[in-house]
């Protein structure tokens, strides 16, 4: 097994993920542990998480050298996120997230995949409506 969190079941790609992601292309203000703040996009959003798009250098701000080998022991990253919602609103919160994986697709092309932590009530519940959106919007 290709170790995929997608296979196909006659003819058509089922979702094994825990979090269904959904694309999308939001900018996003990271902070860093020591305090630096740093725009980068968000292409794709879930209950669990987020993964980020950067360059080099900002992934470096976001994942240190130091951790580059074990990204998951890399200190938690501050968010804010501001979510378009269907009635011309935005939601707009701050949260933590911890990084579990850093991947480099070309040297001016990093992903990064960052796990949410502590969502209160109030951001799981916009998360959710955004994600219904999204998922609606698909079909």
Do not use: W
Not at 12 to 23: D, L, Y
Not at 37 to 45: D, H, K, P, T
Not at 47 to 68: N, Q
């Amino acid at each position: 097994m290709d170790g995929s969190s997608k296979y196909a079941r006659r003819g058509r790609m089922v979702e094994r993920r825990q979090f269904p992601r959904c694309s999308v292309s939001l900018p996003i203000r990271v902070r860093t542990e020591g305090g630096k703040s740093l725009e980068v996009r968000a292409l794709n959003l879930s209950h669990g998480g987020i993964e980020l798009g950067c360059g080099p250098s900002t992934a470096s701000e976001i994942v240190p050298a130091l951790y580059h080998a074990h990204p998951s022991t890399t200190p938690p990253i501050n968010m804010r996120l501001r979510l378009p919602v269907a009635d011309g609103s935005e939601a707009s919160f701050d949260c933590r997230g911890t990084v579990v994986a850093l991947r480099r697709l070309s040297q001016e092309e990093y992903r990064i995949s960052v796990q949410f932590l502590e969502l209160t009530e109030d951001m799981q519940h916009d998360l959710f409506r955004y994600l219904e959106q999204c998922t609606q919007a698909r079909r």
